[in-house]
């Protein structure tokens, strides 16, 4: 396959590091680490909630199935479960380094969402909660048409028109709040309504054949911590611009915004809306 040009080097810095004043950050506006022991240990509800997705796949025993934006490979196991020939790729080393410590019988490679290529095309491509990742989804869409077999499917669940609305407002607020022009963060997600991906795909080659956008509130373990280790883990567009040694109250400001909306019953709660879209390739 095709060569990455991402390399390790590019994931600069660390998230975890991003809300402590102390250590120097080299995260740049561009960049988005990924921690796959965060990942694994905090937010396993991801990859735990998009499950039921593989039942939407319907995986047959002897087919050839790509996990797009795979993480730390837990899914993509789920898949290769069935028998199926399933491979996953990431842009990000460290995820994918950490998918092959994970299940190290299984094929996962280093490549990007908007630019990979196989010698040989998949039944199917599957994807978790990584394309709102990506913002230039026409790549995606061309690359994922490109690499399937005539009449293969993409099932694909990622953040929907509305997606963590909340969040994102109080992220705006909060910079305004610590002297920040809104202006000086660009929002770093994709989140289209079902009409804009359903256009997507069809100008695209593709047939659609089931589309929703629903609401899935979700509980964030470690009580009072939730919400903090929810923006280490993933907000890190935000954080970067904000200077080291006021982080700490941008998360706090962000805490008490939201404190009235998403916390209760002692616990955080992320308002996600996920789009789940399953389309044919024509
Ligand atoms: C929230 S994780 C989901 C991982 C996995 N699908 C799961 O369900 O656990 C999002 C993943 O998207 C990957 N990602 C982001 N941009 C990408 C791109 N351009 N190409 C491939 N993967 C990408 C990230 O590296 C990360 O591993």
Redesign the pocket.
């Known amino acids: 396959m095709r060569a990455l040009e991402t390399q390790p080097s590019a994931e600069l810095g660390c998230l975890k590091y991003l809300t402590n004043p102390h250590y120097c950050v080299k995260l740049t506006k561009s960049s988005?680490f990924?921690d796959p022991n965060l990942?694994d240990t905090k937010h396993s509800f991801?990859?735990e909630r998009?499950a039921e997705l593989i039942d939407l796949l319907a995986p047959a025993a002897g087919e050839r199935i790509l996990?797009?934006?795979?993480?730390?490979g837990?899914?993509t196991a789920k898949i290769a479960a069935f028998d199926s020939e399933t491979i996953g790729?990431?842009?990000?080393p460290a995820?994918i380094a950490e998918a092959s410590r994970n299940y190290p019988a299984l094929h996962f490679e280093v490549?990007?969402?908007?630019d990979f290529w196989f010698d040989r095309p998949f039944d199917a491509i599957f994807?978790?909660?990584?394309l709102h990742?990506?913002t230039e989804p026409e790549r995606v869409v061309e690359s994922v048409h490109e690499a399937l077999k005539p009449g293969g499917r993409f099932v694909a669940e990622f953040g929907g028109k509305g997606n963590v609305q909340a969040l994102v407002q109080a992220f705006y607020d909060s910079l305004q709040l610590l002297g920040r022009a809104s202006t000086e963060v660009k929002n770093p997600w994709y989140f289209p309504g079902i009409a804009e991906y359903s256009s997507l795909l069809e100008s695209h080659g593709f047939e659609v054949v089931f589309a929703t956008l629903f609401d899935r509130p979700t509980p964030l373990d470690q009580g009072q911590e939730g919400m903090r280790n929810w923006i280490t883990m993933f907000a890190g567009a935000f954080c970067a611009a904000i200077p080291p040694e006021r982080r700490d109250a941008f998360v706090r400001r962000v805490e008490q915004l939201l404190q009235p909306s998403l916390f209760r019953d002692g616990g955080w709660y992320v308002d996600y809306r996920r789009l789940r879209i399953v389309a044919r390739k024509i």
């Open positions: 988005m990924w990942y991801v990859w998009g996990d797009l934006g795979c993480g730390t837990h899914l790729i990431d842009s990000s995820m490549a990007d969402a908007r994807s978790n909660a990584a990742w990506i």
